[in-house]
């Protein structure tokens, strides 16, 4: 009987696969690890405060400061430290805000908003003026703590301030950049903010060498899987029989995984494209809903009888929840990152009820794919008793095919338990991608741990999405023009394995 390479594949030739599998996986992990640290944390340079065009003050306690009107004092940070130029392979651009309030009896604060009057501009050499990019008004909640009493002695103490979020620039297009910022005081803003003495800037943008890394393994992953998936549909449409569901959804996986890693990076360089966040978001979800639908019918397949299976409206519901959550977060995306196109100081953050609906979004999708991969393990149990139902019968079977079964629902076995891995760490990637990113220092040496996860992952991915088409496409070794013509319509499918469990569901 006709069958996929994961059943006519010798064991040694497996064996070797697997070893090479390995081998990628390892070097997708190092990369991350040890040459592409994924993120640069600097403080910009600070330039002195200007209360008007022509004058400039280095701190609030100069005699000029104290006449000034608060309203004409604008804040002046220059991006990136002198001697330095910004540079289209750092991709993004995140900038948070650091207060430093001096604590005065008469002005004391509690957590309070604040208003600001932000400016973004940029130039591409020194001597060219600045030309004005961004615009806006934003207000950012204040939290602040006093460590110690608050007494006439502790006068001059400064609060511990939470970082504010400020701005993210979704393409670093250009060499400079300078963000003025003005603190707007009147009758109802900036009331009760306290004695402000300095604001820093601190900056977070993609490391260049990660951007090389990622981009060159997008380029060569790119032609790998999009000619693997041509190859695997070449070889379906060869087969006498129409392909069946599961062979129509290993198809879809492959173009899901080829959109995500076509490296669109390339022209990002040469061109200020402020949406490619948004669009590596949207790549991510077609991903991520292609993979999970394809977990839900590859397992699915191997529960149904053959009356049931090989029918996409079997699984309406469990695809429509995977549908309707990848929804959910594109809207949440777009409220975000979309609004960032025409806005950069823009934040679902900047409010008391954004901040709740963004945590919330977290909770839920994070909720929601740990059940799913626990709904997923169910179904592969489920799966596994289905199989032990045909292995009750190996042992009235001559000694060959017996042995030739016990091989087949071995491979499928590993095969399903190697699923079960990929979706535990495509749940963990998933979820400390929305909660946050980071190092792990240990002593002296710092492991980009995040770096790491992420090229990991992605490799991860690409192999195994890259080993499923290998090994369920159809094999070479048999006839499959005259063999599969010996089977009814029902009965055929890409694997033997496939074929049993149908068998076994019905009985």
């Known amino acids: 009987m006709a069958g996929a390479i994961i059943e006519n594949m010798s064991t040694k030739k497996l064996v070797i696969l697997g070893f090479f599998i390995l081998v990628f996986q390892i070097l997708s992990v190092m990369v991350g690890a040890f040459i592409a640290l994924r993120n640069d944390f600097s403080q910009f340079l600070h330039f002195p405060i200007a209360p008007s065009p022509t004058s400039q ?15 004409d004092i604008v804040f002046a940070v220059h991006l990136p430290l002198p001697d330095t130029e910004m540079s289209p392979w750092f991709q993004y651009m995140l900038a948070v805000l650091q207060f430093d309030i001096a604590f005065k009896m008469i002005n004391p604060i509690d957590d309070v908003i604040v208003t600001i009057d932000a400016r973004l501009a940029h130039r591409d050499d020194l001597k060219s003026e600045w030309s004005t990019k961004f615009h806006s008004v934003e207000q950012r909640p204040l939290k602040c703590t006093f460590e110690v009493a608050k007494t006439y002695e502790n006068e001059g103490r400064f609060y511990q301030c939470d970082p504010v979020p400020f701005m993210e620039l979704g393409s670093v297009a250009h060499k400079y950049f300078l963000i003025n910022l003005r603190l707007p005081v009147n009758d109802t803003v900036n009331v009760g903010i306290g004695d402000i003495k300095d604001v820093h800037v601190v900056g977070i943008h993609q490391n260049g060498g990660f951007t090389k890394v990622w981009i060159s393994m997008k380029t060569v992953f790119t032609p790998w899987i999009s000619m693997e998936t041509v190859w695997y549909w070449h070889r379906i449409s060869l087969m006498a029989r129409p392909p069946v569901l599961l062979e129509k959804v290993i198809v879809a996986l492959g173009i899901s995984m080829t ?42 397949e191997h529960l149904m009888d053959q009356s049931r299976r090989n029918r996409l409206s079997a699984y309406w519901w469990q695809l429509g929840l995977v549908v309707f959550g990848s929804s ?9 990152r979309g609004a960032h196109l025409t806005n950069p100081f823009y934040s679902v953050w900047a ?29 592969v149990r489920c799966v596994f008793r289905n199989i032990g139902g045909k292995m009750q019968q190996l042992p009235a079977m001559p000694e060959a095919k017996r042995r030739h079964y016990k091989g087949i629902i071995f491979r499928f076995k590993f095969l399903m338990l190697v699923t079960l891995a990929c979706a535990a760490m495509t749940v963990i990637f998933f979820i400390l991608n929305q909660v946050s990113e980071g190092h792990w220092h240990w002593g002296d040496f710092t492991l980009q741990a995040h770096s790491a996860f992420v090229t990991g992952v992605y490799g991860m991915w690409n192999l195994y999405v890259s080993t499923i088409m290998f090994l369920y496409a159809p094999s070479h070794k048999f006839n499959k023009q005259s063999q599969e013509t010996q089977l009814t319509l029902e009965e055929q499918g890409p694997t033997e394995t496939y074929r049993i469990t149908g068998k076994v569901a019905e009985e």
């Open 259 to 300: 959109f995500l890693n076509v490296p669109v990076e390339w022209l990002s360089l040469g061109f200020e494209w402020t949406w490619m966040l948004l669009y590596e978001d949207v790549q991510q979800g077609v991903f991520y809903s292609a993979l999970f639908c394809f977990w839900i019918i590859f397992c699915g």
């Open 57 to 71: 003050i280095h701190s609030f306690d100069e005699p000029l400061a104290k006449i000034v009107d608060a309203n």
């Open 328 to 336: 959910v977060l594109l809207i949440f995306d777009l409220s975000e």
């Open 351 to 379: 409010s008391e009820t954004g901040t709740r609906v963004a945590i919330t979004f977290i909770i839920v999708a994070g909720i929601s794919v740990c059940l799913y991969f626990l709904s997923l393990c169910v179904m």
